[in-house]
């Protein structure tokens, strides 16, 4: 292994067809890895192996950016949910801003609403998930489906705050807050610039957008762009 690849993580990713999932990430933590992750709207269930012990961490969504280590060697796996779709058990607005860690019941398996499940791998995460979703361990809030594809809803606009908040832990405002920095930066790593960015994204100036990116983001949309400009 060189040095340059020790100093980094190996990670690859993918999207999914299911449609309880977002993403799908495995990787194996490098040499001063200690990434700043940006806030999240998703919760994801984090399995990380350490030599012959698995941990298995239920980690809510994120309302600011969160720095995080791990120790060299550690393999991970991630499945990252679509948002309207939570664990009763495990309710979203008691995850924000934490995690939940989940016993486990041997080198192969954890537990999880009382029942012990086998630990999925990178290429069987959607048989995992479908069967969490046949016992009812996992479910996905209708309404908030719905109200996130601008479909009106038959309820006040009390009960679907609520139910955001039960399902993703966040409101529908907080949900558009973080999601307008994320994209903004995405624009950002592809090219785009700052002021394109503003506009884009609907941010009132690039002042507002720097406030935004300082809590979401972690860094400023200056340091975005010259991260992403030709050597």
């Known amino acids: ?34 990434p700043v992750c940006p ?6 269930l984090l399995f990380v192996k350490d030599k012959d012990s698995v ?19 550690l393999e991970f796996l991630v499945i990252k949910f679509k948002l309207g779709v939570f664990v009763p058990y495990l ?16 080198r192969q398996s954890f537990w999880l609403d009382g029942f012990a499940w086998q630990l999925p791998d990178y290429e069987n995460v959607e048989a995992f998930v479908d069967r969490l979703v046949r016992n009812d361990v996992l479910v996905t809030d209708p309404i908030v489906y ?6 009106p809803q038959p309820v006040s606009s009390r009960t679907v705050r609520r139910r955001f908040l039960q399902a993703t832990g966040l409101t529908p405002a907080a949900i558009q807050q973080i999601e307008r920095a994320n994209r903004a930066a995405a624009l950002l790593g592809q090219g785009a610039s700052i002021l394109d960015a503003v506009y884009e994204a609907g941010y009132a100036d690039q002042p507002h957008m720097t406030r ?12 975005i762009s010259r991260m992403n400009q030709p050597a």
Not at 17 to 27: F, L, Q
Not at 91 to 106: F, K
Not at 146 to 151: F, I
């Open 1 to 34: 292994m060189g040095e340059a690849e020790k100093l980094s993580a190996f990670m690859e990713g993918r999207t999914s067809d299911s449609p309880y999932i977002e993403m799908v990430w495995r990787g194996r933590v490098g040499q001063n890895y200690a």
């Open 39 to 44: 806030a999240d709207v998703r919760w994801n």
């Open 55 to 73: 941990r298995v961490t239920a980690e809510g969504a994120t309302t600011q950016c969160v720095p995080k280590t791990q120790p060299e060697g």
């Open 91 to 106: 309710p979203a607005n008691h995850l924000l801003n934490g995690d939940a860690l989940l016993p486990e019941a041997n």
């Open 146 to 151: 719905a109200t996130l594809q601008e479909q």
């Open 212 to 223: 935004s990116f300082k809590r979401f983001i972690g860094q400023t949309p200056a340091q």
